[in-house]
Nanobody
């Protein structure tokens, strides 16, 4: 059974950084995609970034390009999301999600496996 567990959220001041982690287990194939999403109260779920674990291909939403970086640590079956220059608008619950395939999309409708989320709060 596939499981995803997020960690690394917390409270940070504007301009600061956080490094989120998504620990993945139970995949039967290495050809899958991990995506990061966020949702703030009263707002729609927003795709942030994704990575294909087999090819290493990554994608980013325009709202985070240049500030966020996704990477994969194959030795620990973990996908990291490094978030720099955070603003209060980045405050949300952050989720990682997964689906099998060879090309990742930053579209939550593609993802059928979800973690429980980790809260990120950025103070001004």
């Amino acid at each position: 059974q596939v499981q995803l567990v997020e960690s690394g959220g917390g409270l940070v001041q504007a301009g600061g950084s956080l490094n989120l982690s998504c620990a993945a287990s139970g995949f039967v194939s290495g050809r899958y995609n991990i995506g990061w999403f966020r949702q703030a109260p009263g707002r729609e779920r927003e795709g942030i970034s994704c990575i294909n674990r087999y090819s290493g291909t990554t994608r980013y939403a325009d709202s985070v390009k240049g500030r966020f970086a996704i990477s994969s640590d194959s030795t620990r079956n973990t996908v990291l999301l490094l978030m720099n220059n955070l603003t209060p608008e980045d405050t949300a619950t952050y989720y990682c999600a997964a689906y099998y395939g060879m090309s990742c999309l930053v579209d939550f409708r593609q993802y059928g496996i979800w973690g429980r989320g980790t809260q990120v709060t950025v103070s001004s």
